[in-house]
Nanobody, 124 residues
């Protein structure tokens, strides 16, 4: 089992940047592919980006492609989401999740462990 704690959220103006971090407990972090999801009020939780166990393979979605970047440091048990050129529609609670698999997935049901989320608010 792995526990996940997100940090780095906050209020930023449109066009600004934030870097989210997700710290994992335990030495099994490198056994998990990781994903970032987000959920806006009244909306379903949606996939944003994912990264393989080794960090060599990533996934994202069209709405964030070229603006968001996912990375991980297995030595620090941490996954990051660098978010640049933020837009008001990026406002949401952002969650990291762990999948006991080599590769990440866009499906929420493929992830076994979730963090509590961190709020990102982008003002226009």
């Amino acid at each position: 089992q792995v526990q996940l704690v997100e940090s780095g959220g906050g209020l930023v103006q449109a066009g600004g940047s934030l870097r989210l971090s997700c710290a994992a407990s335990g030495r099994t972090f490198s056994s998990y592919a990781m994903g970032w999801f987000r959920q806006a009020p009244g909306q379903v939780r949606e996939f944003v980006a994912g990264i393989s166990r080794s960090g060599g393979s990533t996934l994202d979605v069209d709405s964030v492609n070229g603006r968001f970047s996912i990375s991980r440091d297995n030595g620090k048990y941490t996954v990051y989401l660098q978010m640049d050129n933020l837009k008001p529609e990026d406002t949401a609670v952002y969650y990291c999740a762990a999948r006991p698999s080599l590769f990440s997935s866009r499906s929420r049901s493929d992830y076994a462990f979730w963090g509590q989320g961190t709020q990102v608010t982008v003002s226009s």
